[in-house]
Structure formats: C-alpha cells, structure tokens
C-alpha cells in the first residue's frame, strides 16, 4: 500500500523567504508525484508532478520539486515567497501500474509573514 | 471553458437524513472521481468512472454511500442515512485521460451532519 507524510501540518515564513514544505512517500514500486495547492475557496490546482526523467520538476508560481529516490522524498521548495503564496498544499502519490487513484498526504498549510 | 462544478457548496443535515452532491465534470472528461477530506485528515479516494462504468469503488467507506453517473456526464453522490462520521468535504475531479492525466478538481461541497 502507498501512503504519504506531509512533515508539518502548518508552516509559516516571512514573505522573500525560502518555502520549503516536506514530502516522504512509501511505496513498493516507483509512484508518480504530484503537488497540488488549494487556496482558499477553491478547488484543488496542480502545481507540479514527477512521472519520469529529469528529477527536479519545475510548476507553476516559481515552486519547484524534486524526486529523490533514495530518500523517498519529494519535498516542494520556491526561493522568495509571496504573500499570495499563502493556502494549503498537499503531496500526492500515484500507483503506476494498475490503480489511478491518488493517495494524499494530510496537507501543509502555508502562511506568508509580511 | 468551465471548469469542474459541484453542488450544493454546503449542506447542514441532521443524522439520519439523506443528502446527495452532485458534480459537473469538465466536458468531455471520461474520467470522474470522488474524494473525501475528513475535517484534519489526509483526502481520500472514494471512487473512479470512466464515462458510466465504476472503474474503481475501492474507496467506498459502507453502503450508505451510493454514487451514480448515468449517461456518462454528471454525477451523483448520495449519503442514506447520513452519520455524524461523514462530515467532511466531498471533492470531484475530472480528467481527459486516465493514468498520469492532470485532474481538475471542484471547490468541494461541504458536508456537516449533526
């Protein structure tokens, strides 16, 4: 079985600051990787994903991921935070073979010091 | 192009009573999902169809949850009777393709059974 762990369930920087939300998985064959982001009001958004090939994905909103293997990590950084950077993030995993389902870690909520 | 729509936003029922979400896919997505956020807790998989056919229900918590997609387009999630347990945000998403194809999520529909 897949399953994710989100290290932080509430994470605050000041604004120009590096985010760094953390993002372990287990899995026992190599998954696809996602990061959404839900701000407030709204539905879930994609930010990113690993499927193969180059390990440091590049999303949207300058936020960027990378797949490491032998940590089972997938941890999502951005080097200057913004104030509309503020919502909550979630990682999550997808079974390659078979099940398309995703399995979601319990959530990051992100908030932006002035 | 509109995006995914679900309906009501939040319902308030008492225990015991039926309630039923409704989800707009995006047109022409075949693939429609179910999930569940239980207030604090990680967002779980409830169900997959492609076009009419339940491709995966392994989600599905009991038989009080009934989902439906007839004809392909909308779909229904009905709650009888409803339990404290299943308060929680009922998210849809929909996509083009299966596998590692992006899904595009609703706003969720929020239910609080007292």
């Known amino acids: 079985a897949q399953s994710v762990t989100q290290l932080g369930s509430h994470v605050s920087v000041s604004e120009g600051a590096l985010v760094l939300l953390r993002c372990n998985y287990s899995s026992s064959v190599p998954p696809y990787l996602f990061w959404y982001v839900q701000y407030p009001n709204q539905g879930l958004q994609l930010l990113l994903k690993y499927t193969t090939g180059a390990t440091l994905v590049k999303g949207i909103n300058g936020f960027e991921a990378e797949f490491k293997k032998s940590e089972t990590s997938f941890h999502l950084t951005k080097p200057s935070a913004h104030m509309s950077d503020a919502a909550e993030y979630f990682c999550?995993?997808?079974?390659?073979?078979?099940?398309?389902?995703?399995?979601f870690g319990q959530g990051t909520r992100l908030t932006i010091n002035p | 192009e509109a995006g995914v729509t679900q309906f009501p936003s939040h319902s308030v029922i008492e225990k015991g009573q039926t309630v039923t979400l409704r989800c707009d896919p995006i047109s022409g997505h075949d693939n429609l999902y179910w999930y569940r956020r239980v207030m604090g807790k990680e967002i779980k998989f409830l169900l997959h169809f492609v076009k009419e056919s339940k491709q995966d229900e392994s989600g599905m918590p009991n038989n009080r949850f009934l989902a439906e997609r007839t004809g392909g387009t909308y779909s229904t999630l009905k709650v009888q009777p409803a339990e404290l347990e299943d308060s929680g945000v009922y998210f849809c998403?929909?996509?083009?393709?299966?596998?590692?194809?992006?899904?595009?999520f609703g706003e969720g529909s929020r239910l609080t059974v007292l």
């Open positions: 998403a929909s996509s083009l393709h299966g596998g590692t194809g992006e899904l595009f």
């Open positions: 999550a995993v997808q079974n390659i073979q078979g099940a398309q389902k995703l399995v």
